[in-house]
Nanobody, 120 residues
Framework: QVQIVESGGGLVQPGGSLTLSCVAR????????MGWYRQAPGKQRELVAS???????NYTTSVKGRFTISRDNSIDTVYLQMNSLKPEDTAVYYC??????????????WGQGTQVTVSS
């Protein structure tokens, strides 16, 4: 069984910073990529940033230059450093991991989400 556990959300003023963390736990064989998605009220879930096990990163245009994704492969953890936050960054942020386990092939796993609210 695999668990994806996020932490670090909260309320921050515009221009502020937050760091989200996500750890994958369980009988994991290989993690191929991890990423962060977000979903604002009334909108579809969108990819924010992703990182492969080789370190290749990808960002949605609206967060480039403000957000940084990083990963510690030794502890199966991914981070999202968010700077210069804007009200439009307000959303539930979900962690995703593309991984295989000792009994299952490559599949997507999701966390339960953490709320990020940017407001004065």
């Amino acid at each position: 069984q695999v668990q994806i556990v996020e932490s670090g959300g909260g309320l921050v003023q515009p221009g502020g910073s937050l760091t989200l963390s996500c750890v994958a736990r369980g009988s994991i064989f290989t993690i191929y990529a991890m990423g962060w998605y977000r979903q604002a009220p009334g909108k579809q879930r969108e990819l924010v940033a992703s990182i492969t096990n080789g370190g290749t990163t990808n960002y949605t245009t609206s967060v480039k230059g403000r957000f940084t994704i990083s990963r510690d492969n030794s502890i199966d953890t991914v981070y999202l450093q968010m700077n210069s936050l804007k009200p439009e960054d307000t959303a539930v942020y979900y962690c995703n991991a593309l991984l295989s386990t000792i009994v299952a092939r490559q599949s997507d796993y999701w966390g339960q989400g953490t709320q990020v609210t940017v407001s004065s």
